[in-house]
């Protein structure tokens, strides 16, 4: 079992331009979360999906922030336009059933730096 | 409004004793709630997962207790190795579906 697995582990990215976060699920897995972490407010919730579909993108700051699973072994987080205040490490984690009975499993994350 | 805290302060302490982190919450009810280990660079790795109607539930050198009239959780490592420092976040799930929302979490550090 590979784990999750998060691609690229750095990107550093001029404001303005467009950032694309991936993410393999670990197989069988029917969870997908994508969390963004920072000093100030810790790990927040972007959004999660349940077999490919999005169910909860409360978390997610704005329209500039996108993602999407168009398959049960693969996601995207997209940001366009990226601006500084982005700048955070991006995990994706994913679990075998709901978060009563399964924990998540996180990839080593992203860390995006935009100047 | 809704919170979920650990100490902002790290925890330092020296080899062998028993290191105790602490997981309060306010205006949830959870059914359960979760404790990760985080090192630096890395994503946090699940620990353990308590339930409502389990007070205490230990995995090893490690234990855990959920008092849902005081809204909280205890995280305790026996026997504290230098290996088990790292950050050490809490869990649960805040309103409908499957959203678990962490704590900011505690760093722990144990000293020779």
């Known amino acids: 079992d590979a784990g999750v697995i998060q691609s690229p582990r750095h990107e550093v990215t001029e404001m303005g331009q467009e950032v694309t976060l991936r993410c393999k699920p670990i197989?069988?897995?029917?969870?997908l979360f994508w969390y963004r972490q920072t000093m100030m407010r810790g790990l927040e919730l972007l959004i999660y999906?349940?077999?490919?579909?999005?169910?909860?993108d409360s978390g997610m700051p704005e329209d500039r922030f996108s993602a999407k699973m168009p398959n049960a072994s693969f996601s995207t987080l997209k940001i366009q336009p990226s601006e500084p205040r982005d700048s955070a490490v991006y995990f994706c984690?994913?679990?075998?059933?709901?978060?009563?009975?399964?924990?998540?499993?996180f990839g080593n994350g992203t860390r995006l730096t935009v100047t | 409004s809704q919170k979920i805290e650990q100490n902002s302060e790290a925890l330092n302490i020296q080899e062998g004793k028993t290191a105790t982190l602490t997981c309060n919450y306010t205006?949830?009810?959870?059914?359960?709630l979760q404790w990760y280990r985080q090192d630096p660079g890395r994503g946090p790795v699940f620990l353990l997962l308590?339930?409502?109607?389990?007070k205490e539930k230990r995995k090893e050198r490690l234990k855990v207790t959920f008092d849902t009239t005081l809204k909280q959780s205890l995280f305790h490592i026996t026997a504290s190795q230098p290996a088990d420092s790292a950050t050490y976040l809490c869990?649960?799930?805040?309103?409908?579906?499957?959203?678990?929302?962490f704590g900011t979490g505690t760093q722990l550090k144990v000293e020779l």
């Open positions: 869990a649960l799930r805040t309103g409908g579906g499957n959203k678990l929302t």
């Open positions: 205006n949830y009810s959870p059914a359960y």
């Open positions: 308590i339930r409502e109607n389990e």
């Open positions: 197989s069988g897995h029917d969870y």
């Open positions: 984690a994913s679990s075998l059933e709901g978060s009563d009975n399964s924990p998540l499993h």
């Open positions: 999906f349940n077999n490919n579909v999005p169910i909860d």
